[in-house]
């Protein structure tokens, strides 16, 4: 059983794509990663390691502060130390990010009724974009025309975060900054799609994002 748990929620500013690295001929180069009913989902694995970079660039800031050793200590038992055996994989058990499960609920519920197939779902949520490289001359290169599915702007996704122990202030408070610096995901998220908004949600579905923050920035200034 979990000492604790929230939830991070995160909506969709810019395309994206959560990809499963491979396609269907003729049609798409890369796909999305979806459930049994076409819904789209990011894995838990995979966001864990997403938080873990937004956490990484917290930490630099505060070592060139003079101040991060408190705070690698929290990061640590958060995540995990890299490379260690199984008890160093950390406190935190991170979800999959997923719709909001109301959404979801309503989704299987058509597609077991045969209202809606799951292709119909995949293509309501999600588009197919199209890029190709262009050279110095500001021409397409020939043969690099790539499509991608991508999900649509403003989709919502929520994923449990599990503790398997109490988290101190310390601890709390750099996962709500670590959430605030969560600002992307899925593939070229560097390149501008991706783009998101994220917040700390306590099992009664109220924002603690800026109560845990604020237990960050109170040790940060002290």
Not at 195 to 202: D, G, H, W
Request: proline share 4%; net charge positive; charged share 25%.
């Amino acid at each position: 059983m979990t000492a604790q748990s929230v939830w991070l929620c995160f909506a969709l500013e810019s395309a994206a794509t959560f990809g499963r690295g491979d396609g269907i001929p003729g049609l798409v180069d890369r796909e999305v990663t979806t459930d049994g009913a076409g819904c789209p989902y990011l894995h838990g694995r995979t966001l864990k390691g997403l938080l873990g970079e937004a956490c990484a660039d917290v930490l630099y800031a505060l070592r060139n502060q003079g101040s991060g050793s408190q705070w690698t200590a929290a990061a640590d038992a958060l995540f995990g130390v890299p490379g260690s055996t199984a008890t160093g994989t950390g406190k935190m058990r991170v979800g999959h990010a997923r719709l909001p499960e109301a959404l979801r609920t309503a989704i299987a519920a058509e597609v077991a009724r045969k209202h809606w197939t799951r292709d119909d779902v995949v293509e309501a949520i999600s588009a197919i974009r199209r890029q190709t490289a262009i050279d110095a001359n500001g021409a397409p290169e020939p043969h690099t025309l790539r499509s991608m599915r991508v999900i649509l702007r403003a989709t919502p996704f929520e994923a449990r975060l599990s503790f398997d122990a109490e988290i101190s202030p310390a601890e709390r408070g750099l996962l709500a900054a670590s959430v605030l610096g969560f600002r992307r995901a899925g593939t070229a998220r560097n390149r501008g799609r991706g783009r998101l908004t994220a917040r700390l949600e306590n099992d009664e579905r109220q924002d603690v994002t800026a109560a845990w923050y604020a237990l960050f920035r109170e040790e940060v200034c002290a």
